[in-house]
């Protein structure tokens, strides 16, 4: 059966007008408020789930964020996530183009990455659906090396005056698992919302990874792991073979040693000592049908070999480390030098110009061919508008349409639709509700039942007026 993954990513923004030399830059409510109001001024809310059944809306901090429809595939969410990255780069375009037009114009930067100029650090949130009888706390056991670890595969990498990190959240985890995500960070959040029907799933909430502009890397992440749940899960039935017994001695110590060397040797609780790359080969020995397996076993046999370099371009700290490397050579600085912090910065910039070059240097390698991209743009484009076909947000994602065409008002979460006053011809006003329990249900008869009265309704008897609608606040937890 195919398993349900979605991810939800924070991004960093910032704005500035153009007044002066360098212009002047607006606080970060003040940035969200402007990148925003286009949004707000068509749905009136800056909460919006999207007919192609993802979700986009402001988090705590100022963050823009988007959470991916629920997807059954890789290729559906890496798809989907590249397709969230575009939707906010569209919406700041938009937001530029309607402050020149005001007279007020505005400059925005969309950041994918998880630590901003000041330390502070944002995250990008890993969901897996995941069965109600799997143990969460021995699940996490069995989880916490490998997720340790896997910063070598896919970390989008971090400069520092005295050195470089592979991984840009290994130093502000703390924890195997907690139900906080923004003190004493874990690798697992233990917060019980399933969002789906409680007696059958439970969401694995993964928040130890980087967010990621590297295709390749997004894949390692996603697809190892999910390829370590299969193997869980059979290992629990019987069907396939336990797990290894890899329990670290120091998991928060083991995180930040990894992320200054790759090949760094961890102790275990057992006294042993074993290699990050072989904790990483343990896991792939018994994950073998992933279908990022050969990309994995390749990334790890380079790595063991001293020869990442020929990784450049597809995993993403190795990119981003040959990048500032040839930017302090070619200007003959130290790696000291304050100048390679705005490169890491600009590294991760998703905006871009009118005339659609890339504003930040990542993208700028992409378009270039120097990095290697995965998703095909035609289906990028259409995942902007319309959902996976295999899971519960097609439907989500008709009735969203619908009822936006008739310009009925409706609320929405990832498990509920609601239309509300709704007419059957008489005076009398009602709404509709549908569930939405099972995220791999793709046909349901309330639904199509309610879709058929959202192409027949008018609101309160007349022609409907330009939809607003109002969507609910989602069940997820904030980052």
């Not at 937001?95 to 630590?115: D, H, I, M, T, Y």
């Not at 040693?257 to 020995?285: F, K, M, N, W």
């Not at 020929?310 to 200007?331: H, N």
């Amino acid at each position: 059966m195919p398993r349900i993954v979605g991810v939800e990513t924070e991004y960093g923004l910032s704005a500035r007008t153009p007044d002066g030399a360098r212009g002047v830059r607006l606080s970060g409510g003040e940035a969200a408020q402007r990148l925003f109001t286009p949004l707000e001024r068509e749905h009136a809310s800056s909460n919006v789930f999207l007919p192609n059944g993802g979700r986009l809306y402001l988090d705590v901090g100022s963050h823009p964020e988007y959470a991916t429809a629920e997807c059954a595939s890789l290729d559906d969410l890496l798809v989907h996530e590249r397709a969230g990255d575009e939707l906010l780069v569209r919406l700041a375009q938009r937001a530029e183009a309607e402050g020149a037009a005001s007279g007020q114009p505005v400059r925005f930067r969309l950041l994918k990455n998880n630590v901003d100029a000041h330390g502070n650090s944002y995250g990008c949130h890993e969901n897996y659906c995941i069965g109600r009888g799997l143990d969460l706390p021995g699940l996490a056991a069995a989880l916490t090396p490998f997720l340790v670890t896997r910063q070598v595969l896919c970390g989008s990498g971090r400069w520092r005056p005295d050195g470089f990190a592979i991984s840009q959240r290994a130093e502000v985890l703390h924890d195997e698992l907690s139900s906080l995500t923004t003190r004493t960070r874990p690798l697992i959040n233990t917060r019980d919302e399933p969002l789906a029907d409680p007696a059958r799933f439970r969401r694995l909430h993964v928040i130890s990874g980087d967010s990621n502009l590297s295709e390749p890397s997004a894949a390692l992440k996603v697809g190892s792991l999910l390829g370590v749940l299969d193997a869980l899960e059979a290992a629990a039935t019987g069907s396939g073979p336990a797990l290894p017994d890899l329990a670290l001695a120091d998991v928060a110590g083991s995180l930040r040693a990894v992320a200054h060397d790759p090949r760094a040797v961890l102790r275990l609780a057992s006294g042993q000592t074993i290699s990050a790359l072989d904790v990483q080969r343990e896991y792939l020995a018994v994950a073998g049908l992933s279908p990022v397996a050969a990309q994995w076993g390749r990334v790890l046999d380079l790595l063991e070999a001293g020869r990442e370099d020929e990784l450049d371009g597809e995993v993403e700290w190795i990119t981003k480390r040959s990048l500032l490397r040839r930017y302090a050579d070619t200007r003959g600085i130290g790696w000291d030098d304050r100048r390679l912090a705005q490169v890491d910065l600009a590294f991760h910039e998703i905006t871009r110009d009118d005339d659609g070059t890339p504003r930040g240097l990542f993208r700028l390698l992409e378009s270039r061919d120097a990095a290697a991209r995965v998703t095909d743009p035609a289906a990028v484009e259409r995942a902007t508008e319309q959902p996976p076909s295999e899971t519960r947000a097609m439907l989500r994602g008709r009735l969203i349409a619908a009822a936006r065409a008739g310009g009925v008002r409706y609320s929405v979460n990832w498990t509920q639709f609601t239309a509300h006053d709704l007419t059957d011809g008489s005076s009398e006003q009602a709404d509709r509700e549908v569930r939405l329990p099972d995220p791999l249900a793709v046909a349901d008869q309330a639904v199509d039942d309610l879709l058929a009265v959202l192409g027949s309704t008018t609101v309160g008897g007349c022609l409907s007026p330009p939809p607003r609608p109002q969507p609910s606040p989602s069940a997820l937890p904030p980052c």
